[in-house]
Nanobody, 115 residues
Framework: QVQLVESGGGLVQAGGSLRLSCLAS????????MRWWRQAPGKQRELVAF???????YYRDSVKGRFTISRDNAKNTVSLQMNSLQPEEKAVYYC?????????WGQGTQVTVSS
């Protein structure tokens, strides 16, 4: 059974940084695309970034230059370094794995940015 567990969320002041991590178990992590999504209150879930099997990355325009996604296949972990956070980026951040066993989601971690 695939499990994804996010950590690293919390409260930070505008301009601050957080590092989110997602630990996968029971999956073919090295053969999966890993994504970070976020969902703000009253809004649709949006894709923040993803990292492919070979390490290619994608970022939504609003986070380019501030967020960095990385993966460690030996530790089954994907991380999201978030710098210069803004209040509008307050959301629940979700880890998502898509691979040989299908699509799986973590429970989310709350990120709150105070102004």
């Amino acid at each position: 059974q695939v499990q994804l567990v996010e950590s690293g969320g919390g409260l930070v002041q505008a301009g601050g940084s957080l590092r989110l991590s997602c630990l996968a178990s029971g999956s073919d992590f090295a053969f999966s695309v890993m994504r970070w999504w976020r969902q703000a209150p009253g809004k649709q879930r949006e894709l923040v970034a993803f990292i492919a099997l070979g390490g290619a990355t994608y970022y939504r325009d609003s986070v380019k230059g501030r967020f960095t996604i990385s993966r460690d296949n030996a530790k089954n972990t994907v991380s999201l370094q978030m710098n210069s956070l803004q209040p509008e980026e307050k959301a629940v951040y979700y880890c998502n794995e898509e691979g040989p066993t299908g699509s799986h989601w973590g429970q989310g971690t709350q990120v709150t940015v105070s102004s």
